[in-house]
T-cell receptor, first 114, second 111 residues
C-alpha cells in the first residue's frame, strides 16, 4: 500500500522568501508523485508531476520538486514566494502499476506575509 | 481545455434526506472519482469508476453509492444523509490515469 505524509499542516513565509513544503511517501513499487494546489473556493490544480523521468521536476508558477529515492521524499520548493502563492498544497502518490487512483497527503496551508 | 463541472457549489440538506451530487466532464475520460475533503485529513477517495457502469470502492465508501450510466457523468448518492457527511466533495476525471482534473467542489452541509 502507498501513503503520503506532509510535514507541517501550516507553513508561513514572508513575501520573497524561499518556500519549502515537505512530502514523504511510502510505496512498495516505483511511484508517480504529484503536487496539487487549491486556491480558496476552487478545486485542485496540478502543479507538477514526477513519472520516473528526470528527478528534478519543474512545474507552473515557478515551483519545482525533486524526487529523492534514498530519502523517499518529494519536497516542493519555490525560490521567492509571492502573495498569490497563498493556498493549500497537496502531495499525492500513485504506484506506477496501479491504474489511476491517487493517495493524497493531509495538505499544507501556505500563508505568505507581506 | 478539460472542464469538470459539479451541479452545485453549496448544498444544505436535512438529516435522513437522499442527496445526489452530479459531476460532468467534457473530455471523454474513462476514469472518474469522488473524494471528500476535510480539514487535516486531505482528500479521501470515496468511489471511482473506470468505465460506464463500472465502479470500485475507495477508502471510505460507507454511506455512499455511485452511478455511472453515461461516460461523461458520475453521480454520488448519499442514501440517508447524516451530519458526519457534512464536507467538501470533489469530483475528478482522468485519461490513462496520470493527471486528474478536478471540479470546483460542492460544499455540503447536513443539518
Amino acid at each position: 500500500a502507498q501513503s503520503v505524509t506532509q510535514l507541517g499542516s501550516h507553513v508561513s513565509v514572508s513575501e520573497g522568501a524561499l518556500v519549502l513544503l515537505r512530502c514523504n511517501y511510502s510505496s512498495s513499487v516505483p511511484p508517480y508523485l504529484f503536487w496539487y494546489v487549491q486556491y480558496p473556493n476552487q478545486g485542485l490544480q496540478l502543479l507538477l508531476k514526477y513519472t520516473s523521468a528526470a528527478t528534478l521536476v519543474k512545474g507552473i508558477n515557478g515551483f519545482e520538486a525533486e524526487f529523492k529515492k534514498s530519502e523517499t521524499s518529494f519536497h516542493l520548493t519555490k525560490p521567492s514566494a509571492h502573495m498569490s502563492d497563498a493556498a493549500e498544497y497537496f502531495c499525492a502518490v500513485r504506484p506506477e502499476t496501479s491504474g489511476s487512483r491517487l493517495t493524497f497527503g493531509e495538505g499544507t496551508q501556505l500563508t505568505v506575509n507581506p | 481545455d478539460v472542464k469538470v463541472t459539479q451541479s452545485s457549489r453549496y448544498l444544505v440538506k436535512r438529516t435522513g434526506e437522499k442527496v445526489f451530487l452530479e459531476c460532468v466532464q467534457d473530455m471523454d475520460h474513462e476514469n472518474m472519482f469522488w473524494y471528500r475533503q476535510d480539514p487535516g485529513l486531505g482528500l479521501r477517495l470515496i468511489y471511482f469508476s473506470y468505465d460506464v457502469k463500472m465502479k470500485e470502492k475507495g477508502d471510505i465508501p460507507e454511506g455512499y453509492s455511485v452511478s455511472r450510466e453515461k461516460k461523461e457523468r458520475f453521480s454520488l448518492i448519499l442514501e440517508s444523509a447524516s451530519t458526519n457527511q457534512t464536507s467538501m466533495y470533489l469530483c475528478a476525471s482522468s485519461f490513462l490515469g496520470v493527471k486528474q482534473y478536478f471540479g470546483p467542489g460542492t460544499r455540503l452541509t447536513v443539518t
